[in-house]
């Protein structure tokens, strides 16, 4: 019994000498000092020595099982921290090397100058709409009043897909869209891209952008829109700024009118921008034609309404002081990474 313990100990070592993983560490444990490992077994066997043997090879059995779990442990930790080496090995950071940078990019003159005449209609109240770039020919001119043979229609000014479809040449259509879909009171204002067959030039381009606004309700009057618009200028070009409407004819408004205000840069005072005058046009505007509004199915007995629409483009470049319309389309970098 005294040699099967020896060789449980001296075998014992010896696989753990070689063990190399956590894992086959705690097999090795298993097999010698498990509820059913050697040692174990061994010492169910004593109960046939001798009443003088049994103390000796007893203090012997645990000594053996002592030093192995000695041996065990040390083994776990020399294991531990070879893979602990490995790991900080493999995993090694510089926090010298340079990173991958991810260059942050900037908005559009047009995107941040939307964002700002968005915001502030939303402050009055209005909500976004949005309508097809792709437009039917009825939406674009026949429900704005448009006559059969209005200039605008000839296929020189308007790409048509056919006889039925265009792209549209003003956000104007929106105002219809909306009003089929949605009774008074209306409040909206309508961004987006529109198509005019223009060659291109500094001040002209094929694809450009319209900002459009409608009110709809019981009692909407003339001093609605000239508040509100001013009201508008005041906001986006600072409140010493004046507004002044001049008569003007829109198939879809009537009375119509062209809205002025004080140059920004120069305040009224007259400078290149102004062209001396001190007064930039901004936008067309007008009380929707009661025509229109029955096309859409609202009573103009009851209900009247106001319309505007302005010509994104050229706003962001009087306030950024852009001088060819060009450079809005072209997305270079060097460009846009300037506002
Ligand atoms: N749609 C007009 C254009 O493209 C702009 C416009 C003028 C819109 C007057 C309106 C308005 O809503 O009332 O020239």
């Known amino acids: 019994m005294r040699d099967k313990l020896e ?42 020595l001798s009443e003088e043997e049994r103390p ?4 012997l059995a645990n000594e053996i099982r002592d030093n192995v779990n000695e041996k065990i442990e040390q083994t776990a930790y020399f294991l531990n921290r070879k893979d602990l080496e490995k790991r900080l090995k493999s995993e090694f ?14 908005k559009h003159p047009m995107t941040k100058i939307l964002d700002e005449i968005k915001e502030i209609f939303i402050g009055m109240g209005f909500t976004i709409e949005e309508g097809p770039e792709i437009e039917k020919v009825y939406y674009n001119f026949d429900a704005l009043n ?45 961004p987006g891209r529109v198509y005019r067959a223009d060659e291109i030039d500094a001040t002209h381009s094929p694809m450009f952008h319209q900002i459009e606004g409608l009110v709809v309700d019981k009692g909407i009057t003339m001093a609605n829109l000239k508040g509100t618009l001013d ?3 005041k ?33 009224g005072a007259g400078c290149r921008v102004c062209k001396n005058s001190g007064w930039i046009e901004i936008l067309g505007a007008g009380m929707v034609h009661p025509k229109v509004l029955a096309n859409c199915g609202i009573d103009p007995e009851i ?7 302005m010509g994104l483009d050229r706003i962001s470049m009087l306030r950024y002081g852009i001088d060819d319309l060009r450079l809005m389309f072209e997305n ?8």
Not at 19 to 47: A, P
Not at 147 to 153: E, G, T, V
Not at 167 to 177: D, K, M
């Open 235 to 267: 906001q986006l070009y600072g409140e010493s700024t004046k507004t002044k409407f001049r008569p003007h004819h829109f198939p879809f408004t009537e009375p119509s009118a062209e809205m002025d205000c004080t140059c920004a840069a120069c305040k």
């Open 7 to 48: 060789k449980v100990r001296q075998e014992s070592f010896r696989e753990l000498e070689k063990v190399e993983t956590i894992q086959s560490l705690e097999e090795i444990r298993i097999k010698y000092l498990g509820k059913k490992g050697e040692l174990t077994g061994i010492l169910r066997g004593m109960g046939g």
């Open 231 to 233: 009201m508008f200028a």
């Open 93 to 106: 950071i510089d926090v010298t090397m340079p990173s991958k940078r991810k260059p942050i990019g900037n």
């Open 303 to 309: 209900y009247s309404g106001f319309a505007f629409g």
């Open 146 to 190: 448009h006559n059969k043979y209005h200039p605008a229609r000839d296929v020189q000014d308007t790409f048509y897909i056919n006889e039925d479809l265009l792209l549209r040449t003003q956000t104007s259509p929106v105002q219809v869209r909306t009003m089929e879909k949605q009774k008074p009171p209306i409040r909206i204002l309508a």
């Open 56 to 59: 000796i090879i007893g203090q």
């Open 332 to 339: 270079d970098k060097r460009f846009i990474s300037q506002f």
